[in-house]
């Protein structure tokens, strides 16, 4: 092996484990988000974030959005007085 074949797997050996590690940045990214705003789902949003990794990413924008918007709160009959 030349230097240029080793330089070469260790160019392929880096891209690799950015892409791994930029792939389950992603993933966790909405649930963070979620736990960090005490998203009442935030767990849901953890697992639906991880399932996304298996469908390609293809519900992860949902995801993400799903993470930002909070459930409306039910007004109680003494809140409302």
């Known amino acids: 092996m030349s230097v240029l ?3 070469a797997w260790i160019v392929l050996i880096v891209l690799v484990l950015s892409t791994v590690a930029v ?3 992603l993933a966790m990214l909405p649930g ?3 736990k960090r705003r005490n998203h009442p789902w935030a767990e ?4 639906a974030g991880w399932v996304t990794l298996f469908l ?3 519900l992860w ?3 993400l ?4 918007v909070d459930v ?4 109680s009959a003494e809140n409302v007085r």
Do not use: K
């Open 44 to 47: 849901a949003i953890t697992v």
């Open 61 to 63: 924008p949902i995801v």
């Open 5 to 7: 074949d080793v330089f």
């Open 32 to 34: 963070t988000i979620a």
């Open 23 to 25: 792939v389950v940045f």
């Open 65 to 68: 959005i799903w993470a930002y």
């Open 56 to 58: 390609g990413f293809a």
């Open 72 to 75: 409306p709160r039910v007004a």
